[in-house]
């Protein structure tokens, strides 16, 4: 005679998971992400501060290119960008030497400013987001070298130099 008692059993336990099963692979994933996640953040915002420093080597050479073609540097970002209308001509308040989004003043998480100095210019980049899109504050005038300060005030011309 045939036990269907077990039969059905093994039926039942060949139609899926339970839920301590399912339990176990939920707190194995969520570990996982309790460590991935704060790493995938870290990384983030190391890029985002590598985009920020290119950002303002991009803005150096803008404003060498810029002095030499008009004789003075650039005040503002809008200068250094792309003219507003579509097709229209370069010239002193649009050059059209950097990217519109940069011209802009945000990129890669970070808000740049240009500001006009005696001695010629400073441009200052600063975390949208403080500790989410970056952790550095960064400076660069004329000289064409990169300041930083680990914190949220703003860096200046006597923060120490990125290396």
Same mark, same amino acid.
């Given at each position: ?10 039926? =039942? =336990?060949?139609?899926?998971? !339970? ?37 303002? &080597? ?17 005040? !503002? ?8 209308? $579509?097709?229209? $001509? ?26 006009? $100095? ?9 975390? &949208? ?5 970056? =952790?550095?504050?960064?400076? !660069? ?10 914190? !949220? ?9 990125? &290396?």
């Amino acid at each position: 005679m045939l036990n269907l008692k077990s039969d059905s059993t093994s039926r =039942r =336990r060949q139609a899926g998971f !339970s839920l301590v099963e399912l339990l176990v692979v939920i707190a194995i994933i969520l570990i996982i992400l309790f460590f991935a996640v704060p790493q995938y953040n870290k990384a983030r915002m190391n890029a985002q501060e590598t985009g920020a420093i290119a950002g303002l &080597k991009t803005i150096y050479q803008a404003e060498i290119q810029y002095q030499s073609e008009f004789g003075d540097f650039a005040t !503002s970002l809008a200068q250094l960008g792309p003219p507003a209308a $579509t097709g229209g $001509t370069e010239g002193p308040s649009s050059a059209g030497l950097i990217a519109g989004g940069l011209a802009g003043g945000n990129s890669s998480g970070y808000v740049f400013t240009v500001t006009q $100095t005696p001695t010629g210019y400073s441009v200052t980049a600063v975390p &949208k987001t403080f500790n989410s899109t970056g =952790r550095r504050t960064f400076y !660069s005038d004329q000289s064409g070298i990169v300041r930083q300060n680990w914190g !949220s005030d703003p860096a200046t011309a006597n923060s120490p130099e990125v &290396k």
